[in-house]
């Protein structure tokens, strides 16, 4: 296809509101070296772009200053070092900026193909989310066979994923959700016990769920007061991982419970990470995850989609917590 030199982005005008993101128009990039230019399909929508958006996450150095963390759609350029993809090529793509836009740069070894029978908008709900549950939840989390596993958010777009990868690889699965509806789709996709969270303390449920021993992992995405609880409920030699904090990331920590159980606080993030770390993840997800994608047996839930540009009732309804699952952008 003839490349335009311009093309259609959501930027965002200020700081603040979903109301701050507006279509406007830029000069589509070219890729460089090992990058490749995707004409995107569909984005995911992920909570660090609202966090961008209002000023609390700025992107790393060098990257787009435009929302978009994952990206799915076609190949319509390469760099002058790819070789192993080519012009036409159906990929998904982890990127560091630029998803809310018409065509995206990405770095080649952060692409991979479309699993079986995938389209688009089921391919732009991958990349962030096995990125972050597969280095949290296995490489970093060291969840084995025959553990217990507790994900707070376990209706998100991140909690879904991490329930099924989790059950599939062998670990019992609690979850936290708000509501009921949100409970049973972490029931369905095969948590053993799902926790209301808006009428029910995980806290006792668990250790009646575990007769006292309490779980080997939890991942936490909601910080603040959650990390005390977190600690009651880990069994000894337990580990904790935090990937975000909804609620405060900042806690007073009693660390005698964490020194007599010899737990593990750890925590992480993704976009700043380097290219080879990264690709380090790739390589473990096309080796582990992916062919469950192509069995089906793991399967990214998808809340809702958007246009480009509604972009901001897409931010809107992330922001009101109903959903489960992912939120897409089409274009």
């Not at 660090?48 to 435009?66: E, W």
């Not at 799902?194 to 009646?208: G, L, Q, S």
Request: net charge positive; hydrophobic share 40%.
């Amino acid at each position: 296809m003839k490349l335009p030199i311009q093309m259609k982005c959501v930027e965002v005008v200020k700081d603040g509101s979903s109301e701050a993101l507006k279509i406007t128009e830029r000069i589509t990039p070219k890729p460089k070296n090992n990058e490749v230019l995707i004409h995107v399909v569909a984005a995911g929508v992920n909570r660090a772009d609202i966090f961008q958006r209002i000023g609390k996450y700025s992107p790393p150095l060098g990257s787009s200053n435009l929302l978009g963390l994952e990206v799915a759609g076609t190949i319509v350029d390469v760099g002058p070092s790819v070789s192993k993809l080519r012009i036409g090529k159906s990929v998904c793509a982890l990127v560091t900026g630029g998803g809310y836009a018409q065509f995206c740069t990405a770095v080649d070894k952060l692409c991979m193909p479309f699993p079986k029978n995938y389209k688009a908008v089921q391919a732009a709900a991958l990349p962030e989310t096995l990125f972050t549950v597969w280095y949290n939840v296995f490489k970093c989390g060291h969840l084995k066979n025959g553990e217990s596993f507790l994900v707070h958010g376990g209706s998100s777009g991140i909690g879904t994923i991490a329930i099924q990868l989790a059950k599939v690889f062998g670990a019992t699965v609690y979850a936290t959700a708000g509501g009921v509806d949100k409970c049973q789709v972490c029931l369905d996709l095969g948590a053993t016990l799902a926790i209301n969270y808006k009428n029910e303390n995980f806290v006792d449920i668990i250790d009646i769920a575990t007769k006292g021993r309490g779980v080997d992992l939890i991942l936490d995405m909601i910080g603040g007061d959650y990390l005390n609880r977190n600690i009651k409920s880990l069994a000894v030699d337990g580990r904790h991982v935090s990937i975000a904090f909804l609620k405060s990331n900042k806690a007073e920590v009693n660390f005698l419970p964490v020194m007599l159980k010899h737990l593990t606080l750890t925590g992480s993030t993704l976009r700043s990470r380097t290219v080879d770390e990264k690709f380090s993840i790739v390589r473990a997800l096309r080796t582990k995850v992916w062919p469950l994608l192509d069995e089906g047996r793991i399967t990214p839930i998808i809340s809702a989609t958007f246009p480009l540009s509604q972009a901001a009732d897409a931010h809107k309804l992330m922001e009101s917590n109903t959903h489960i699952g992912k939120i897409i952008l089409t274009l």
